[in-house]
């Protein structure tokens, strides 16, 4: 079964929710896929979410006439405020990414627009290194916490052998 054969037997059956149920999950946990986001787009375009299509159909780089409208919504939501802030409105995991595993033309696009791409990028580089120190402390804690209990125990397990040996003699 290929990659999209359970969303288009869904489609066949009818069951548009199914459809974007399966392709919202692959969405949150999938590498930068612009046929999956092409695909998602088109959903949410026939279910008429045209603010959410036109941001997955901007991702998907796939530009023709039926998603010219979605996708200048979204881009007009976000251009006339600070070019950055449309950043903001992709889906995280897509934030953390590497910007060169997009797809050219989305990030031309986006520079198009007034975006720094350059700043951006250092913010996901340094969410990343944020994360890992985050992870690193959490687990520097966890060893401290394990070390005293270790420490507490053989204090305890040396009062208790010297109450045992001193009971002998006296």
Not at 11 to 35: F, N, P, T
Request: glycine share 6%; net charge positive.
């Amino acid at each position: 079964m290929s990659n999209y054969e359970n969303v288009d037997a869904a489609l066949q059956r009818g069951e548009l929710w199914r459809a974007k149920e399966i392709l919202r999950g692959r969405v949150g946990r999938s590498e930068y896929d612009s046929l999956l986001f092409e695909k998602y787009g088109v959903i949410l375009l026939r279910t008429a979410d045209l603010y959410e299509a036109g941001k997955f159909l901007f991702l998907s780089g796939v530009r023709n006439e039926e998603y010219a409208q979605p996708i200048q919504l979204f881009v007009d939501r976000h251009r006339r405020r600070q070019p950055n802030r449309i950043w903001y409105a992709f889906p995280r995991h897509v934030q953390r990414m590497n910007i060169t595993q997009w797809p050219k033309s989305v990030v031309e696009e986006l520079a198009n627009f007034g975006v720094d791409i350059e700043s951006l990028q250092r913010a996901r580089e340094s969410y990343a290194f944020r994360k890992s120190s985050a992870k690193n402390k959490a687990l520097l804690y966890f060893a401290l916490v394990f070390l005293f209990v270790i420490i507490v125990a053989f204090f305890v397990g040396v009062g208790v052998g010297l109450k045992a040996i001193l009971a002998w003699f006296f």
